[in-house]
T-cell receptor, first 112, second 114 residues
Framework: EDQVTQSPEALRLQEGESSSLNCSYT??????LFWYRQDPGKGPEFLFTLYSAGEEKEKERLKATLTKKESFLHITAPKPEDSATYLC?????????????FGRGTSLIVHP | KAGVTQTPRYLIKTRGQQVTLSCSPISGHRSVSWYQQTPGQGLQFLFEYFSETQRNKGNFPGRFSGRQFSNSRSEMNVSTLELGDSALYLC?????????????FGPGTRLTVL
């Protein structure tokens, strides 16, 4: 069974304090790994798709990286507006499903 | 390009009632997926429709059903509501042509069952 585990569950940072969120996954084969940001009471907002180990993508203060077993979302010099829950999802190669498996998310709070 | 829209945004129902939620996907997208999100369970997949056919189904009871129309708009129905059905219901659309197609989510419908 495909599994996605995100850690930590919650993270509190001071503004400007860089850190990383982890997404470890167990799948027979990986088609793609997705990162989303979700603000309270809203739908997830797409951030990145990573397809193969070694791939990196950046957007403003966020940088996503991928290895064969996990992905990291690095947040550089975060601001209070980066506070949100960050969700990771994987799309396996096995089966014909078009539905990704989501992790439980990391709740990030950035204090001014 | 307009995003995914969901109506209504908020609903309050009582146990035993039924409810219908609506989702309009991004123009050109043929796949619509529905998810239930609760603090305890996270994001759980309900079902996916592609070109008016249910293509994938999650592990939810038969009280949860859906359909998709020829214009790709989708509706989700929950019959005989239970207290545990209180949740944020999210719909996501994608082109649906490849497994790695990005899913774009709507703002959700917050359902409260009293």
């Amino acid at each position: 069974e495909d599994q996605v585990t995100q850690s930590p569950e919650a993270l509190r940072l001071q503004e400007g304090e860089s850190s990383s969120l982890n997404c470890s996954y167990t799948v027979s084969g990986l088609r793609g790994l997705f990162w989303y940001r979700q603000d309270p009471g809203k739908g997830p907002e797409f951030l990145f798709t990573l397809y193969s180990a070694g791939e990196e993508k950046e957007k403003e203060r966020l940088k996503a990286t991928l290895t064969k077993k996990e992905s990291f979302l690095h947040i550089t010099a975060p601001k209070p507006e980066d506070s949100a829950t960050y969700l990771c999802a994987v799309q396996p190669t096995s089966g014909g499903s078009y539905i990704p498996t989501f992790g439980r998310g990391t709740s990030l709070i950035v204090h001014p | 390009k307009a995003g995914v829209t969901q109506t209504p945004r908020y609903l309050i129902k009582t146990r035993g009632q039924q409810v219908t939620l609506s989702c309009s996907p991004i123009s050109g997208h043929r796949s619509v997926s529905w998810y239930q999100q609760t603090p305890g369970q996270g994001l759980q997949f309900l079902f996916e429709y592609f070109s008016e056919t249910q293509r994938n189904k999650g592990n939810f009871p038969g009280r949860f059903s859906g359909r998709q129309f020829s214009n790709s708009r989708s509706e989700m129905n929950v019959s005989t509501l239970e207290l545990g059905d209180s949740a944020l219901y999210l719909c996501a659309s994608s082109p649906g042509l490849a497994p790695t197609d990005t899913q774009y989510f709507g703002p959700g419908t917050r359902l409260t069952v009293l």
